[in-house]
């Protein structure tokens, strides 16, 4: 399997080099309610006032604003339409280094990655990955403060779009 996946991902790699795009299809996709070691919540308000109160609420805290990625502008870009998608990325350094200085690869979740999503119906959704199932993912077992500080700091800051 891991074989045919292997040529899968080089076979796909040789079309977009030789600029041939992957068919698209399209039928919306199912969206899941759910994602391993993913947490989510509803927004109150719209998908734009959901961006703003959350980097309005990272800079309150003091807290480190890296980039924001407008999904949705680069699968226009595509010439794919996309659902409102924006992934914005925060962090605290000397927080988050505790992460890879017990695991490098911890690297691959920090900075804080919050996703904000409209799903079909126009609801708006805000997720992160759970610092828990983080915690697990890379077997670190000496930085149970340091996630919990995470874990909460998220779940703050997420909170700044759930309640009027």
């Known amino acids: 399997m891991r074989i045919q996946t292997t040529l ?3 076979a796909l790699a040789a079309l977009i080099h030789a600029g041939v795009a992957p068919p698209v299809s399209a039928a919306p996709v199912p969206v899941p309610a759910v994602a391993q070691g993913v947490i989510r ?3 109150a308000y719209g998908f734009d006032e959901t961006v ?3 980097k309005a ?4 805290k003091g807290i480190r604003f890296f980039d924001e990625i ?4 680069l699968a226009a870009g595509a010439d794919i339409s996309l659902r409102p998608s924006k992934l914005l990325l925060f962090g605290n350094p000397p927080l988050g280094v505790q992460f890879l200085t017990a695991n490098p690869y911890a690297g ?7 996703l904000v999503v409209q799903d079909p119906d126009g609801k708006v959704w805000v997720a992160w990955t759970d610092f828990g199932w983080m915690a697990k993912r890379y077997d ?12 909460t700091v998220s779940a703050s800051i997420a909170g700044s779009t759930t309640s009027r």
Do not use: K
């Not at 609420?57 to 309150?60: E, K, L, P």
């Not at 691959?108 to 919050?114: A, E, F, H, I, Y």
């Open 108 to 114: 691959l979740d920090w900075p804080v990655r919050m």
């Open 57 to 60: 609420d990272v800079a309150a």
């Open 41 to 43: 919540v509803q927004s």
């Open 70 to 73: 407008d999904q949705s502008q």
């Open 140 to 151: 670190i077992t000496d930085r149970d403060a340091a996630f919990a500080m995470a874990a």
């Open 8 to 10: 899968m991902g080089v």
């Open 52 to 54: 703003a109160r959350i």
